[in-house]
T-cell receptor, first 115, second 116 residues
Framework: GAVVSQHPSWVICKSGTSVKIECRSL??????MFWYRQFPKQSLMLMAT?????????EQGVEKDKFLINHASLTLSTLTVTSAHPEDSSFYIC???????????FGDGTRLSIL | AQSVTQLDSQVPVFEEAPVELRCNYS??????LFWYVQYPNQGLQLLLK??????LVKGINGFEAEFNKSQTSFHLRKPSVHISDTAEYFC??????????????FGTGTKLQVIP
């Protein structure tokens, strides 16, 4: 089946640093990639959607200057949390979809802890 | 706009007993429907999907779901659960856009606890 690899799986860093999370589709071309944030005991909240070679579309309330998304190829998207603060601590999950009508395939998530 | 309601936040069930996890949706357009499972500290894994055709959909790990358009439901069932089925289950819906991606709306999840 379709596999999405997300790296790193866990990161702990100091407040003020920037953190980059990678999302790779290993055996399919992800026309679109999605980035979600999941708070404890809650569902996934879509942060942004990106199509290869285009600027990401951010959901209302998500700061695009804080959460930088790059979708440089059909197999790689990155999310950079700039100047991270403790309130940015969360579980971030990416997914990729191969096209219309195709389900999203999810990475295993990244647990981000900002001290 | 579309929404998904998972009525039960937690469902405890004894091992080898049957289980049904409920999901209702609302949408002004035709939809695709999905069930995902999430194990602790992991991403979501697709259990099954309904795109078109037969309303009874069979997925992995012995799960199945039935699309009921009149009741706008897509309940997930398994005739006999195992300890390994303990996880959180998310129902999701997306609209049938032509071309391009589809924006998925997730329910709030149902935590299935299988009791030995």
């Amino acid at each position: 089946g379709a596999v999405v690899s997300q790296h790193p799986s866990w990161v702990i860093c100091k407040s003020g640093t920037s953190v980059k999370i990678e999302c790779r589709s290993l055996d399919f071309q992800a026309t679109t990639m999605f980035w979600y944030r999941q708070f404890p005991k809650q569902s996934l909240m879509l942060m942004a959607t990106s199509n290869e070679g285009s600027k990401a579309t951010y959901e209302q309330g998500v700061e695009k200057d804080k959460f930088l998304i790059n979708h440089a190829s059909l197999t790689l998207s990155t999310l950079t949390v700039t100047s991270a603060h403790p309130e940015d601590s969360s579980f971030y999950i990416c997914s990729g979809a191969g096209g219309s009508g195709q389900p999203q395939h999810f990475g295993d998530g990244t647990r981000l802890s900002i001290l | 706009a579309q929404s998904v309601t998972q009525l039960d936040s937690q469902v405890p069930v004894f091992e080898e007993a049957p289980v049904e996890l409920r999901c209702n949706y609302s949408s002004s357009v035709s939809v695709y429907l999905f069930w995902y499972v999430q194990y602790p500290n992991q991403g979501l894994q697709l259990l099954l999907k309904y795109l078109s055709g037969s309303t009874l959909v069979k997925g992995i790990n012995g799960f199945e779901a039935e699309f009921n358009k009149s009741q706008t439901s897509f309940h997930l069932r398994k005739p006999s659960v195992h300890i390994s089925d303990t996880a959180e289950y998310f129902c999701a819906v997306s609209d049938r856009r032509s071309g391009g991606y589809q924006k998925v709306t997730f329910g709030t999840g149902t935590k299935l606890q299988v009791i030995p």
